[in-house]
C-alpha cells in the first residue's frame, strides 16, 4: 500500500527552455539513457503500509468506488483531509474503531499495532499537507496504490 505524490515537471504549452540538474543519491544500474528533458514527472513515496485493512479499505470505500484492483487513484485534497478527520477520531476515541476504521475479520484485533498505524497514517498525511501545500493549497498530486 503506497501513498505518493507526482511533481509534474512539465506543463503543457511551458515554451520556456529550462536548465535542469537532478542529482539522485541513490545507486541505479545504466540511467545513461534518461533524457532530463523528457523527464514529465517525479513521483516520491510519501507512505507506506504493510497489510493495514482498515485504511486500505479506507481507500477503497472512499476513494476508488469500491473497486479493489490494485490500480492507481488520485486522491483529493478533500479526501485526504477526510481520512485524516477520521484518523484523529479513532486515534482520540478508540471505541470508535470498529465502526470508522473496521479491521478485515474477528482474528484481527483493535490492538498496540492497530493504533500505531493509526497513528502513522495521521503523521503522513500531516506531512503532505505541510509539504505539498502552499496556502492551503496543494501543489501537486497525491495518489493511492495497493498490492492486495
Known sequence: MKLYVKTFTKRINDKREQVSIINIDREFKNTSHIKIER????????????DVYPIHNWFV????DGIDNCADYYVSEDQLKDLLNTCKEVYNDHSKAPILLPVYDDE??????YFEEIEKTIS??????????????FIESVHYCSTF
Open 39 to 50: 523527464i514529465a514527472f517525479i513521483i516520491e513515496e510519501v507512505g507506506i503500509w504493510k
Open 124 to 137: 503522513i498525511i500531516e506531512n503532505i499537507f505541510s509539504e505539498y501545500s502552499v496556502n492551503g493549497c
Open 108 to 113: 484481527d484485533e483493535y490492538d498496540e499495532y
Open 61 to 64: 470505500e472512499n476513494v476508488q
